[in-house]
């Protein structure tokens, strides 16, 4: 049997109260899209259509089954006006209603059961059956699952799952403040423990004001329809939206900074206004972000405090309006009318404009974070780094990101800045407009492989940085306007044993590009099979302090020189082992055979080497005829001279016979 909405025929209204003539109603089963019946008579036997199309005083007859279901409401434009979700009808009979929560607490009757429609008034959201709890005689009233009534009774809603904010009397119209509301429903969430849902609506965190997402509590919603909008934090100091604590998450929601901002006690800096931090969580660990949309913060959109561990970022996507690098604001209200500004010193003089520096995700500087995966973000216009890791930083995967900076203003800054950080992995990550595609200072045990980079260096190793794998990166020099000008795919410097292999670096012709540029006091680092296309330079040495630098088998294609300065082989750049004119020469690595009665080959190189400290790696590369058995195993090298080797070999491969190899200087 199918029975009545509560209240009778629905009068429906947009934001204004007026009705929503010709709006549309639609009904699903709870908690998904799969459409469900209402009916027009109260039989049940004559289904509405839906979604139901309200008439010219925003009514309709809504007869619903005894389901539970899910209410979405949209204007005759089809723009959304809200959604409800798991909401139960009173049958007839089942049980008395009453009008708000007001009613209910004023009440002293015999009655101990409740159908409310309302926190305040039908359809706030606040609708539900509470009961009286006859053996509680202490909870204090929480303004949404338990309240008091005139007589001491406490009422107990009845609920299964996620609490929800609007319980509490949130107001999703984005007009009175709801921070005290939303923080409510989590307070009482962790008591349980369970999450909170943020229907789709406005959500004002007015003020200063900030959601404290308490442990082991996700606070989620209706993906982009959910929005929570900061009141005017950041105005007058440093200001964060969102907390998380030990185990707590946030999902499916958007972000917004304030509309406002205020210039820090130092320089021309804004004060730091932050989406997303783990700050004061008691233990660190086990965060959780996902589906967050993020606008109009200037320092870090989800920051990982000093010594956290365990996050995890996914599916996060910037819209609406992105910090420029300078932003103009009122000097007294705050209120921002520029948010990508061009540097304007009189405006910096006069406390109009201040400096900003936004990154996507970002560690403490002093200790760093570990445990963290971010992955699948979709970010556009960041005006800085994508990450930022730092500090003693380690184990962070990072993979199939997008980071693209598309618009002046938002040029430059870094793609993966990995500041100090170890055992940091990134993987399947497309960069453009970013200055740097990946950074490494000072780190350890990295691996760089398969990124995209449309940026105007590639690859930056510097300040002792050691042991890290940078391979299988498609790196594409690009200029993009108010940015430095010099184009290096892979600029290793002061920096030792890393592995490049396998890069493929295009220079697009730009003047001056290089491919692989070893600088300052590196050693150890080795090049293997990196492609070089369209670039001045394909492999360089800047400076005599390079020190057994390898670089095996770079492939060149439009590369005006390919091994310049210093450079005397075409796998090593001036370094120790090789002699230093400016001739190419090929002492790394040649081809020799030995035949008919031979036992050994003497082998000459092209420029003598300055001691004998150097090791021959030796390989059977073929043979002619039917050489000997004896001659494919190779007894050793002799008579190690400045000037060539001599290769031996256990037994002569025959008149007639040949065996070939190839062999390998290395130091």
């Known amino acids: 049997m199918a029975s009545l909405m509560p209240n009778g025929k629905q009068t429906y209204t947009d934001s204004n109260g007026n009705p929503l003539a010709g709006g549309k109603l639609y009904t699903y089963a709870a908690g998904t899209s799969t459409p469900l019946e209402t009916y027009v008579d109260a039989a049940g036997t004559t289904p509405n259509e839906n979604p139901i199309t309200l008439d010219?005083?925003?009514?309709?007859?809504?007869?619903?089954?005894?389901?539970?279901?899910?209410?979405?409401?949209?204007?005759?434009?089809?723009?959304?006006?809200?959604?409800?979700?798991?909401?139960?009808?009173?049958?007839?009979?089942?049980?008395?209603?009453?009008?708000?929560?007001?009613?209910?607490?004023?009440?002293?009757?015999?009655?101990?059961?409740?159908?409310?429609?309302?926190?305040?008034?039908?359809?706030?959201?606040?609708?539900?059956?509470?009961?009286?709890?006859?053996?509680?005689?202490?909870?204090?009233?929480?303004?949404?699952?338990?309240?008091?009534?005139?007589?001491?009774?406490?009422?107990?809603?009845?609920?299964?799952?996620?609490?929800?904010?609007?319980w509490f009397g949130a107001d999703r119209s984005g007009v009175t403040d709801s921070a005290a509301?939303?923080?409510?429903?989590?307070?009482?969430?962790?008591?349980?423990?369970?999450?909170?849902?943020?229907?789709?609506?406005?959500?004002?965190?007015?003020?200063?004001?900030?959601?404290?997402?308490?442990?082991?509590?996700?606070?989620?919603?209706?993906?982009?329809?959910?929005?929570?909008?900061?009141?005017?934090?950041?105005?007058?100091?440093?200001?964060?939206?969102?907390?998380?604590?030990?185990?707590?998450?946030?999902?499916?929601?958007?972000?917004?900074?304030?509309?406002?901002?205020?210039?820090?006690?130092?320089?021309?800096?804004?004060?730091?206004?932050?989406?997303?931090?783990?700050?004061?969580?008691?233990?660190?660990?086990?965060?959780?972000?996902?589906?967050?949309?993020?606008?109009?913060?200037?320092?870090?959109?989800?920051?990982?405090?000093?010594?956290?561990?365990?996050?995890?970022?996914?599916?996060?996507?910037?819209?609406?309006?992105?910090?420029?690098?300078?932003?103009?604001?009122?000097?007294?209200?705050?209120?921002?009318?520029?948010?990508?500004?061009?540097?304007?010193?009189?405006?910096?003089?006069?406390?109009?404009?201040?400096?900003?520096?936004?990154?996507?995700?970002?560690?403490?500087?002093?200790?760093?974070?570990?445990?963290?995966?971010?992955?699948?973000?979709?970010?556009?216009?960041?005006?800085?780094?994508?990450?930022?890791?730092?500090?003693?930083?380690?184990?962070?995967?990072?993979?199939?990101n997008e980071f693209v900076k598309d618009t002046l203003g938002y040029f430059g800054g870094w793609g993966l800045d990995i500041y100090g950080g170890d055992d940091i992995q990134a993987w399947g990550n497309k960069i453009a407009g970013a200055s740097y595609g990946a950074h490494l200072y000072g780190s350890t045990?990295?691996?760089?492989?398969?990124?995209?980079?449309?940026?105007?260096?590639?690859?930056?190793?510097?300040?002792?940085?050691?042991?890290?794998?940078?391979?299988?990166?498609?790196?594409?020099?690009?200029?993009?306007?108010?940015?430095?000008t010099e184009y290096i795919g892979i600029n290793v410097q002061t920096a030792s044993n890393n592995e490049l292999f396998c890069n493929t670096i295009r220079g697009n012709s730009i003047a001056a590009a290089k491919g692989v540029y070893f600088q300052?006091?590196?050693s150890g680092n080795r090049s293997v099979f990196d492609k070089v296309k369209d670039c001045v330079t394909g492999v360089e040495s800047a400076d005599v302090n390079n020190d057994g630098n390898f670089a095996y088998q770079p492939r060149f294609s439009g590369v005006t020189t390919s091994y310049p300065r210093t450079i005397n082989s075409n796998h090593f750049q001036a370094v120790k082992g090789i002699s230093g004119t400016s001739i190419n020469a090929n002492n790394l690595s040649g081809a020799t055979n030995i035949g008919n009665t031979d036992t050994s080959v003497a082998v000459a190189f092209v420029n003598a080497e300055p001691d004998t400290n150097y090791r021959i790696v030796v390989s059977v590369t073929g043979a002619s005829g039917t050489p000997a058995a004896g001659a494919y195993t190779i007894t050793g090298v002799t008579s190690k001279l400045t000037t060539g080797f001599t290769l031996n070999i256990a037994a002569a491969p025959g008149a007639g016979n040949q065996v070939n190899f190839n062999w390998l200087l290395v130091r």
């Open 56 to 166: 010219a005083r925003g009514e309709a007859s809504v007869f619903w089954d005894s389901a539970t279901y899910k209410v979405v409401l949209k204007d005759a434009a089809l723009v959304e006006i809200y959604t409800q979700d798991n909401l139960a009808p009173v049958l007839s009979g089942a049980l008395p209603e009453i009008a708000s929560y007001a009613s209910l607490r004023a009440y002293t009757g015999p009655i101990t059961a409740y159908y409310v429609r309302g926190v305040a008034t039908l359809f706030d959201g606040g609708a539900g059956v509470f009961r009286v709890d006859s053996a509680d005689t202490t909870s204090a009233d929480n303004g949404g699952t338990i309240l008091v009534d005139a007589a001491g009774r406490r009422w107990r809603r009845e609920f299964s799952g996620a609490v929800n904010v609007l």
């Open 181 to 400: 509301k939303v923080q409510a429903a989590l307070e009482v969430a962790t008591t349980i423990p369970t999450d909170v849902y943020g229907p789709s609506g406005d959500y004002l965190i007015g003020g200063a004001a900030y959601i404290n997402v308490k442990p082991n509590v996700t606070l989620y919603g209706d993906g982009a329809g959910t929005h929570f909008i900061s009141g005017a934090g950041g105005k007058t100091a440093n200001h964060e939206l969102v907390y998380l604590k030990d185990g707590a998450g946030i999902r499916d929601c958007r972000l917004s900074g304030s509309g406002y901002l205020g210039r820090s006690g130092s320089g021309n800096n804004a004060w730091n206004k932050i989406a997303i931090t783990t700050q004061g969580a008691a233990s660190g660990v086990g965060f959780r972000v996902k589906n967050v949309g993020l606008e109009k913060f200037n320092h870090s959109n989800v920051y990982v405090h000093d010594g956290h561990s365990r996050a995890w970022i996914e599916g996060c996507y910037t819209f609406g309006q992105q910090t420029g690098q300078y932003v103009d604001f009122d000097s007294v209200s705050g209120a921002v009318s520029n948010w990508n500004a061009t540097q304007d010193a009189g405006k910096l003089a006069a406390g109009t404009q201040a400096y900003c520096l936004t990154n996507f995700y970002n560690t403490g500087g002093t200790t760093g974070a570990s445990d963290v995966t971010i992955c699948d973000n979709k970010l556009t216009n960041v005006n800085d780094a994508f990450v930022g890791v730092n500090g003693s930083s380690k184990r962070h995967k990072i993979y199939g």
């Open 445 to 484: 045990g990295c691996t760089i492989w398969g990124n995209s980079f449309e940026t105007t260096r590639g690859v930056w190793i510097e300040a002792s940085s050691s042991d890290n794998i940078v391979g299988l990166n498609n790196i594409s020099l690009s200029v993009f306007s108010g940015l430095p």
């Open 520 to 522: 300052g006091s590196t």
